[in-house]
């Protein structure tokens, strides 16, 4: 007597248990991106008197580690920053500049910078820098 019994093993993954864990990431993702983008949602107070005009408002500038130029949020090529300075100094010549350059960025590229505020003529130029942290050593 042969036994003839042929034990077929059927593989099958079950995916539903994967598509619950990706469907509770992407939910969790929904919830904690928006937070993290536009920081933790406050009611604020409401002050008396007129908003600040865009043209009085602190002109940020930027000089990344490769050399690039933000002028706000506008990247400007480092040939035009001193004709594009001269003009937002003629719509807000009160106007005071903040200047942020990276660690890394090479000094002469921040010093050309602010050669070029200053002969646009703004008179109120100031460095950024960022206090170390509280657990930071003072090396």
Known sequence: MQHSSHAVLESNINVTPLVDVCL????????????????????????KGEAVPEAQRQLAITVKDDGTV???????????VA??????????????????????????EVLK??????W????????MSQYPSAGASGR
Request: contains cysteine; neutral net charge; hydrophobic residues 50%.
């Open 83 to 108: 004709s594009e300075l001269e003009r937002m100094h003629g719509e807000g010549p009160e106007r005071s500049v903040a200047v942020r350059g990276d660690q890394r960025v090479a000094y002469g």
């Open 113 to 118: 910078v602010l050669d070029a505020c200053r």
């Open 70 to 80: 933000y002028l706000g949020a506008i990247v400007v090529r480092a040939d035009q």
């Open 24 to 47: 509770v990431l992407l939910i969790i993702f929904m919830v904690v991106v928006p937070v993290m983008v536009n920081g933790v949602p406050v009611k604020l107070p409401v002050a």
């Open 120 to 127: 646009a003529g703004y008179n109120d130029v100031r460095l």
